[in-house]
Nanobody
Framework: QVHLVESGGGSVQAGGSLSLSCTIS???????MGWFRQAPGKERKGVAT????????AYAEAVQGRFTISRDNDKNTVYLQMNTLKPEDTATYYC????????????????????WGQGTQVTVSS
């Protein structure tokens, strides 16, 4: 079983930026990677996903145009750059992975991710 270790996060004022990183213990080329978040009292929701080679990317509507997912497979790391942050972005952010699929489509669907990091807190103040 691979492990995911997140770093980054913290507190920022609205309009600011933060960057998250996640390193996978296995070969990242074998995994679809994504970011999810869970606000207090709410269910966990998908934020962004990316296929193993990076050709396929999907974003939740709430972050479209503000967040960017990227990956460096040589470093077995996936990133989430978060710009123009809003108070409603406050949540615990989780890195996630799933085994790669024969087509890109399933990688981009939020359901199906079954490997999780420990989570990192992002707090955006108004």
């Amino acid at each position: 079983q691979v492990h995911l270790v997140e770093s980054g996060g913290g507190s920022v004022q609205a309009g600011g930026s933060l960057s998250l990183s996640c390193t996978i213990s296995g070969d990242a080329r074998n995994y679809c990677m994504g970011w999810f978040r869970q606000a207090p009292g709410k269910e966990r929701k998908g934020v962004a996903t990316m296929s193993p080679g990076g050709s396929g990317v999907a974003y939740a509507e709430a972050v479209q145009g503000r967040f960017t997912i990227s990956r460096d497979n040589d470093k077995n790391t996936v990133y989430l750059q978060m710009n123009t942050l809003k108070p409603e972005d406050t949540a615990t952010y989780y890195c996630a992975a799933r085994a790669s699929t024969s087509t890109v489509g399933p990688c981009l669907d939020f359901p199906g991710y079954n490997i999780w990091g420990q989570g990192t807190q992002v707090t955006v103040s108004s």
